[in-house]
């Protein structure tokens, strides 16, 4: 037999949908509110210390896991922020972003049989991730809002179900993309609890923690008692200070499994490009002033998008963190979120993501599709004025579906 050319595992997972769709955007010219960056400048001060470093020729590999700098920066921000101590020299590693503290993490705690549990809906990495780190995932379902001011909520049932012996660990992502979900402290009790049980890491990927809305709270999960030394906290400067291309993300976590993921990490990559390091510590050095300001002009955008889905004819679950909206296309008479991405991003010119492709059964969520509005006003105004082509019925009776087929 001839043998593919490709790995088995790559075989178990398609390439990003969310990624993709960004590439139908730019082939269709679209506006695109599908893959989670800002279309809007950075802050000042972040591009300014990269401008410095780069003329102050930090040029070369910095310390593997991290510049010396950048860790401390760290370690002081979480403990600024948590009350919890952080060891900048054991405990964190900065890794080419969010993305590759994940992988690293589970390539550095996962063995052969090992169980994770993951919620569902869940961010697309997780999935590949699980797979490429040789973990078996056991999903757990977020199920929508009972009404307009709720959350996305689990049975704890099925999560009680999903742990047991075999368990190495729990991903969780609060504040939640795509659902906007932000996790309680009732809800982070329960799960440390399980967690405590079975033996097993809480791996949180916490990189929205400053985009919560109205009066909800992010709570971390390293502040759960009892957890502190069985949780790895992901971040990244990506969604906190607008910079998705930069690629610097960390993980914190106790020492003895920090150990496991520097290993992997240095063999990974080496390290993050380190101007951008530097750059990314004096950003969280120069503290907490800027994150009202981030918050506030996020909650304008989420509000605004919400207005545009409502008006344009979607059913959109209101967010309580993160910068994606879940909207439910039942009410303009499409059954098929890939149908209507595709349709929307062509015949409309707005990209989203369909919803199915955060389940690992892609029937599961064939009503639903994402939007991110972390967009400048012009591009929502944009996309508001294309939407409007829904109901005009443009391109329905090409694409023979929809309220007008
Ligand atoms: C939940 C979540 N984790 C990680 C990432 C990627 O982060 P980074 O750019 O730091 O790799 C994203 C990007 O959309 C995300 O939504």
Redesign the pocket.
């Given at each position: 037999m001839t043998r593919q050319p490709t790995s088995q595992k790559t075989h178990l997972f398609t390439e990003s949908v969310i990624r993709e769709m960004t590439r139908l955007a730019l082939a269709h010219g679209a506006v695109n509110l599908s893959q989670?960056f800002p279309d809007f400048a950075a802050p000042d001060l972040i591009k300014n210390a990269a401008c410095e470093a780069i003329r102050a020729d930090v040029n070369q590999y910095a310390v593997t896991w991290g510049a010396k700098p950048l860790r401390d920066a760290i370690a002081a921000d979480v403990t600024r922020r948590h009350g919890l101590p952080i060891d900048p020299d054991t405990q964190v590693t900065v890794c080419c972003?969010?993305?590759?503290a994940m992988i690293a993490t589970l390539l550095g705690i996962i063995d052969p049989g090992d169980e994770i549990v993951v919620f569902e809906p869940f961010?697309e990495?997780y999935r590949p991730d699980s797979i490429l780190s040789g973990a078996t995932p056991k999903f757990v379902r977020l199920h929508p809002p009972r009404d307009a001011r709720g959350d996305w909520w689990f049975d704890p049932d099925d999560l009680a179900r999903a742990f047991s012996n075999r368990t190495r660990a729990v991903i969780i992502?609060t504040p939640n993309?795509p659902t906007g979900k932000v996790f309680t402290r009732d809800e982070l009790t329960l799960i440390a609890s399980h967690c405590q049980q079975w033996g097993a890491i809480a791996v949180t990927?916490e990189?929205?923690e400053h985009i919560v809305y109205d009066d909800h709270v992010h709570v971390p999960m390293m502040t759960i008692d009892g957890m502190a030394d069985r949780t790895v906290t992901i971040n990244?400067t990506?969604k906190t200070f607008s910079v998705?291309g930069w690629?610097v993300?960390w993980a914190v976590a106790p020492p003895d499994i920090a150990t496991g993921i520097r290993k992997v990490h240095d063999f990974l990559t080496v390290g993050a490009a380190a101007p951008l390091q530097a750059a990314a510590a004096a950003a969280l050095n120069a503290g907490d002033g800027y994150y009202p300001h981030l918050r506030e002009t996020y909650q304008s955008r989420r509000d605004r998008l919400l207005g545009i889905l409502e008006r344009r004819g979607f059913a959109p679950f209101t967010p309580r963190g993160a910068y994606y909206v879940m909207a439910d296309i039942a009410p303009l008479w499409f059954d098929d979120d890939m149908a209507f991405a595709q349709y929307l991003v062509t015949d409309v010119g707005v990209a989203c993501v369909p919803g199915s492709s955060f389940f690992r059964d892609r029937s599961s969520a064939k009503n639903i599709v994402r939007f991110c509005f972390c967009k400048k006003e012009e591009t929502l105004a944009a996309a508001d004025e294309r939407l409007a082509r829904l109901e005009r019925g443009v391109g329905l009776q090409a694409a023979g579906r929809g309220r007008q087929a």
């Open positions: 989670g972003g969010a993305t590759e961010y990495n992502n993309n990927d990189i929205y990244s990506s998705t690629r993300g």
